[in-house]
């Protein structure tokens, strides 16, 4: 059964290099864009097709020379070692080959908001907005603020693929430190909730215009001289589902009503995906933005030094590291932890 995945993938990503060079293809945007993703996206499926290939020759290859020769223990040591590799690879072809989130090449849209802890909390949301958009830049994405303030941040992350990777950032995260204003020297506990959003296309979600209503204010607080001086806030008010959105860090109001606009449809069409994925799963506490943001998925532990991940309980002790963004092994864990789901659930 393996044998004709494996030829599957070896065909597809043929085709796929004959599609991108095409001049046909290379001069159609859409087209080219589309097979670029697509091999993109098989790429690491078809190196480790060959690799089987490859493992697989050489296990026939050494399976034949010890019949003929059974007393070779060098022979037989490599065809164990063949024959391992061969089924590590079976499950690292099935788990590349497993369906990937729909949602998984688009931008997002974070909120960071203090959880328990009063003031303490806010700090603890403001450390986490530096993490995660050093992060962003690890990774070569672009974060773009939309509404800093009050201790709470939204935020933006532009770049393919980066719901695939910020997605597994959403969730309640826990700090155990002393506070900078604890003067007994006394570990405090405190949280901040995380909000992923997928940033949603305006054909993927209509919006009726009438079921808006719109409101102009002045902006207070940091923001230049059209402070208090112009009415360049904007506040959207969703009336069907009673969601609603302000914006006032930019001056002008067309843009604060264009930002809170993206924050609006990005959080109907999360609204959209929890209800499909209520009526497809019963028991969905696993999955990604399926209502589990109340849960702590992260505590960050000041005084050991160590960070944990509850959902897949790994541990690091690089609490420096993770605070400027080094998040790449939590990341690795958790996208391989979600392949291994979704292969048991698609069994």
Do not use: C
């Amino acid at each position: 059964m393996l044998d004709a995945l494996v030829t599957q993938i070896e065909a597809r990503f043929k085709a796929l290099e004959t599609e991108l060079a095409d001049p046909a293809v290379i001069g159609n945007r859409e087209r080219f864009t589309a097979a670029s993703r697509a091999y993109r996206e098989l790429e690491p499926a078809a190196r480790l097709a060959a690799e089987y290939r490859r493992a697989a020759d050489d296990v026939d290859g050494a399976g034949e020379l010890l019949a003929e020769d059974g007393d070779d223990p060098e022979l037989r040591e490599f065809l164990r070692s063949a024959s391992e590799r061969l089924s590590q690879l079976e499950e690292e072809i099935r788990l590349a080959m497993v369906e990937r989130d729909p949602n998984d090449d688009k931008n997002v849209i974070i909120e960071i908001r203090p959880g328990v802890g009063g003031e303490e909390a806010g700090l603890w949301a403001g450390d986490l907005y530096k993490m995660l958009t050093r992060y962003a830049e690890r990774r070569g994405f672009k974060a773009e603020p939309m509404q800093i303030g009050e201790g709470t941040y939204t935020f933006a992350v532009k770049g393919d693929g980066a719901y695939s990777v910020f997605k597994f950032e959403g969730g309640t995260h826990r700090v155990q430190r002393v506070p900078e204003t604890e003067s007994q020297g006394r570990i405090h506990t405190s949280t901040a909730t995380v909000a992923v959003l997928p940033e949603a296309d305006e054909v993927e979600v209509e919006i009726d215009p009438g079921d808006l209503q719109i409101d102009v204010y002045r902006s207070s607080g940091p923001g230049g001289q059209s402070v208090n001086t112009t009415d360049s806030a904007v506040r959207v008010t969703h009336r069907p589902s009673g969601i609603v959105v302000s914006m006032q860090d930019e001056k002008s109001q067309l843009q604060n009503r264009e930002k809170a606009m993206r924050v609006l449809r990005a959080r109907l069409y999360e609204r959209a995906l929890a209800q499909q994925q209520a009526q497809l799963a019963a028991s969905r506490s696993a999955q990604v933005g399926a209502g589990e943001r109340s849960e702590k998925i992260r505590t960050y532990n000041y005084g050991e030094g160590r960070i944990t991940d509850h959902r897949v309980n790994l541990k690091l002790h690089n609490l420096e590291g993770i605070l400027m963004g080094e998040l790449e092994e939590f990341t690795g864990a958790l996208q391989d932890d979600e392949k291994r789901r979704r292969l048991r659930d698609a069994a």
